[in-house]
Nanobody, 123 residues
Framework: QVQLVESGGGLVQAGGSLRLSCVVS????????MGWFRQAPGKEREFVAAISWGGGRTYYADSVKGRFTISRDNAKNAVFLQMNSLKPEDTAVYYC????????????????WGQGTQVTVSS
C-alpha cells in the first residue's frame, strides 16, 4: 500500500514562492514516477509536473515552465515542487501522485494520490 501526504501550501502574494512537499510511505517509492497536479475552483484537475523514478527526466506544463521545479529525494521518500514567481492563476489545490511506470502526464496513469494542499496566491 502506498500513501501520499502533501504539505507546504498556504497563502502568498503574487511574485512570491512556496515549496510543496509530498512524503510517500511504502518501500516501493523508488520505483514510482511522481507527479504534481492541481485543481482550481470550477475547473478540472490539470497536470503540473512529473519526474522519473531516478530524477533524470522531468516534464512541466507550459503554464509553469521556468517558474516551477520538481525534484525528489529517494532517501527520504519525498518529492518536492518549488514554485517561484507565483501568479493568482496558480491558486488551486495541489495534489501529488505516484505512477508505477514511465513518466506520465495523464492523471489516469497515476495509481496513488494524496489528499491535496491548498495554495492561494493573492494579487
Amino acid at each position: 500500500q502506498v500513501q501520499l501526504v502533501e504539505s507546504g501550501g498556504g497563502l502568498v502574494q503574487a511574485g512570491g514562492s512556496l515549496r510543496l512537499s509530498c512524503v510517500v510511505s511504502g518501500r516501493t517509492f523508488r520505483s514510482y514516477a511522481m507527479g504534481w497536479f492541481r485543481q482550481a475552483p470550477g475547473k478540472e484537475r490539470e497536470f503540473v509536473a512529473a519526474i522519473s523514478w531516478g530524477g533524470g527526466r522531468t516534464y512541466y506544463a507550459d503554464s509553469v515552465k521556468g517558474r516551477f521545479t520538481i525534484s525528489r529525494d529517494n532517501a527520504k521518500n519525498a518529492v518536492f515542487l518549488q514554485m517561484n514567481s507565483l501568479k493568482p492563476e496558480d491558486t488551486a489545490v495541489y495534489y501529488c501522485a505516484a505512477a508505477p511506470r514511465g513518466v506520465p502526464t495523464d492523471e489516469e496513469e497515476f495509481d496513488y494520490w494524496g489528499q491535496g494542499t491548498q495554495v492561494t496566491v493573492s494579487s
